[in-house]
T-cell receptor, first 112, second 117 residues
Framework: GQSLEQPSEVTAVEGAIVQINCTYQ??????LSWYQQHDGGAPTFLSY????GLEETGRFSSFLSRSDSYGYLLLQELQMKDSASYFC?????????????FGTGTQLKVEL | NAGVTQTPKFRILKIGQSMTLQCTQD?????MYWYRQDPGMGLKLIYY???????DKGEVPNGYNVSRSTTEDFPLRLELAAPSQTSVYFC????????????????FGPGTRLTVL
C-alpha cells in the first residue's frame, strides 16, 4: 500500500524560507501534489510534480526526486497568511491511478 | 461557476440516525470524491466515482454508501450513524488525470461538519 511521511509541525518567521519534506512509498508512482488548508477551510491545490526537478509558482516551489521517493514544498518570503496545514499527496497505480492518497499534513506556523 | 458545493454545512445526528450529504459540481468533471478529515489528521478517501453510474470504494468505506446518477451530483449516505463518524466531510472533483497531465488538481467543496451524539 501507499504511505507518506511529512513533519507534523514547522515554525518559521515572517520573511524567511521554509521547506516541508515528504517521503513516500507507493507502487507505480505517477505524481506528487501539494495542497494548502487553512483552519476550517477546504484544501486548495498548490503544485504538482510528475517528473524530477523543481516547479516554481510565485513564492511557492515544489521539488521531486523519483529515485529517492522524496519531494518538498518550498515557501519563500513567508507571510502570516501562509500559516496553514500543507499536505502532500501521491497518485499511483493503486485504484488504476484514479485517486490520491494524502499525507497527515504539516502545520506551518509563521511568527513575527 | 460555483465550483463544488456541499450541503448542509453543519449537522448534528443522534446515534442510529441516517442522513445524506449532498455534493454538486458545475465544472463538468468526470471524477468526484468523498473524503473525511478527523481533527489534526489528513484526508481519508471514502468513495470515489470516475463517471455517472460508476463508483468505487476508497480507504474507509464502511458505514457509507454513494450513488452517481448524474455527472454533477455525488451524494454520500450515512446509514445508522455512529460517534466514530463524527468528522468533517469534503467532496472534491477533478478531470481525469490523463486529461491534465501537467497538473493534478482536485477542487474541494467547503465541507460538512458532522457530529454524531
Amino acid at each position: 500500500g501507499q504511505s507518506l511521511e511529512q513533519p507534523s509541525e514547522v515554525t518559521a518567521v515572517e520573511g524567511a524560507i521554509v521547506q516541508i519534506n515528504c517521503t513516500y512509498q507507493t507502487s507505480g508512482f505517477y505524481g506528487l501534489s501539494w495542497y494548502q488548508q487553512h483552519d476550517g477551510g477546504a484544501p486548495t491545490f498548490l503544485s504538482y510534480n510528475a517528473l524530477d526537478g523543481l516547479e516554481e509558482t510565485g513564492r511557492f516551489s515544489s521539488f521531486l526526486s523519483r529515485s529517492d521517493s522524496y519531494g518538498y514544498l518550498l515557501l519563500q518570503e513567508l507571510q502570516m497568511k501562509d500559516s496553514a496545514s500543507y499536505f502532500c499527496a501521491v497518485r499511483d497505480r493503486a485504484g488504476g491511478g484514479n485517486k490520491l492518497t494524502f499525507g497527515t499534513g504539516t502545520q506551518l506556523k509563521v511568527e513575527l | 461557476n460555483a465550483g463544488v458545493t456541499q450541503t448542509p454545512k453543519f449537522r448534528i445526528l443522534k446515534i442510529g440516525q441516517s442522513m445524506t450529504l449532498q455534493c454538486t459540481q458545475d465544472m463538468n468533471h468526470n471524477y468526484m470524491y468523498w473524503y473525511r478529515q478527523d481533527p489534526g489528521m489528513g484526508l481519508k478517501l471514502i468513495y470515489y466515482s470516475v463517471g455517472a453510474g460508476i463508483t468505487d470504494k476508497g480507504e474507509v468505506p464502511n458505514g457509507y454508501n454513494v450513488s452517481r446518477s448524474t455527472t454533477e451530483d455525488f451524494p454520500l449516505r450515512l446509514e445508522l450513524a455512529a460517534p466514530s463518524q463524527t468528522s468533517v466531510y469534503f467532496c472534491a472533483s477533478s478531470f481525469p488525470p490523463w486529461v491534465a497531465t501537467s497538473t493534478d488538481t482536485q477542487y474541494f467543496g467547503p465541507g460538512t461538519r458532522l457530529t454524531v451524539l
